[in-house]
């Protein structure tokens, strides 16, 4: 019954914008930590950011530090990723999750347990 929905991916060129959404469903949305993942062609799934139960806390892989922004707004159970200055290593699956209900400690590291998946939103970055 648990859904996470994700939206907002294409294709765009190096350098451009994306906002990624990621709507839930089915579960008391700000009783999880929250995050996006991503998996390229040939290679291992990657966590992207992660974002605590009620957004004070984020954490983002060194590859997207300074260009991507993690945020939730738990009053309308979406998930938001904005995505700047993409990059062709950026092209990939990205995917919401949630971590175990009411675990808070695998934001640091980005790192989650039992973790429920979207369906995915493709992101191609090419000129």
């Known amino acids: 019954q648990v ?19 990621c709507t839930a469903s089915g579960l008391t949305f700000d009783d999880y930590s ?3 993942f991503r998996q390229a062609p040939g290679k291992r799934r990657e966590a992207v950011s992660c974002i ?8 983002y892989a060194d590859s997207v530090k300074g260009r991507f922004t993690i945020a939730r707004d738990n009053a309308n159970n979406t998930l938001y990723l ?22 808070r ?4 590291r980005c790192s989650f347990e039992s ?13």
Do not use: H, I
Request: a positive charge.
């Open 52 to 59: 605590s139960l009620s957004g004070r806390s984020t954490a």
């Open 3 to 21: 859904q996470l929905v994700e939206s907002g991916g294409g294709l765009v060129q190096p350098g451009g914008s994306l906002r990624l959404s």
């Open 82 to 103: 904005q995505m700047n200055d993409l990059k062709p290593d950026d092209t990939g699956m990205y995917f919401c999750a949630r971590d175990r209900k009411f675990r």
């Open 115 to 127: 973790v429920y998946w979207g369906q995915g939103t493709q992101v191609t970055v090419s000129s």
């Open 34 to 36: 929250m995050g996006w």
């Open 105 to 108: 400690v695998g934001v640091r």
